[in-house]
């Protein structure tokens, strides 16, 4: 791995680099107490637009909702403010023959924006619970900490380990996979939705306090008005 130049006398980080090696050498030089390579996913704008010119909104429309569907992976580019929101609508708007065909996506971008205002409206209470529990079990009842085996990967479930692997590895996971794990989280293992959430924004390349903060809330249901639960049949499918 190549090495990395020291920082400036004045503290700045560099800002340009030769490789994504170099950079990774940096980070590990920066923060030793960090494990693990770079995420595959790159920054940029670069990277953005070309994320952008392969939206296939009927395609998605048909199959996001399925692990290997075609979904945008825009989020991480939109939560940096490298694409805003009214840039992804206008460029899924030119290349449709009917708005009806960019109704998926543009609803999703109708999400993104909601959680936002939810967060202007809430301000810092979008760290507690909004809502009882409607679970019969209250706030108590759930453990404040991570279990080391959830952060470890080691629980023994292979579709919960290998969520936490991508997550870690990647920094990004499918939204029904974030869904999932919460769910399982909080209402198979009784941790409250406060340690998850918290767990998915040290990781989440594309992870923002009010959408990760409110929907761990939906699925507990202290932000709904009744908690949310899958079956083995939610991940066959």
Not at 31 to 52: H, M, Q, T, V, Y
Not at 64 to 87: D, M, Q
Not at 200 to 219: I, K, M, R, Y
Request: hydrophobic letters at 40%.
């Amino acid at each position: 791995m190549p090495s990395a130049a020291s920082p400036p006398i004045n503290g700045d980080l560099p800002r340009q680099f030769g490789s994504r090696d170099e950079l990774n050498s940096l980070l590990a030089q920066e923060f030793p107490e960090a494990d693990g390579a770079l995420s595959p996913i790159r920054g940029g704008r670069e990277a953005a637009n070309e994320k952008l010119r392969r939206i296939d909104a009927k395609r998605y429309a048909k199959s996001r909702n399925h692990l290997k569907g075609a979904v945008t992976g825009l989020s991480p580019y939109i939560r940096h403010g490298v694409l805003t929101l009214a840039e992804v609508r206008d460029s899924i708007f030119a290349r449709i023959r009917n708005r009806d065909e960019g109704g998926k996506l543009i609803n999703e971008l109708g999400w993104r924006d909601f959680w936002q205002r939810m967060w202007l409206d809430l301000g810092d209470g979008i760290h507690d619970d909004q809502e009882p529990f409607k679970t019969g079990h209250d706030a108590g009842a759930y453990a404040r900490e991570l279990p080391a085996d959830v952060r470890d990967g080691t629980t023994g479930l292979a579709c919960m380990d290998g969520f936490r692997d991508e997550l870690v590895t990647t920094g990004w996971l499918h939204n029904h996979a974030r869904m999932w794990m919460a769910a399982w989280l909080v209402h198979w293992r009784r941790v409250h939705w406060r340690a998850g959430a918290d767990w998915f924004l040290e990781h989440l390349l594309d992870g923002d306090p009010a959408s990760n903060n409110l929907s761990w809330q939906w699925v507990a249901s202290t932000f709904s008005h009744k908690p949310y639960f899958f079956n083995r049949g939610n991940l066959e499918r």
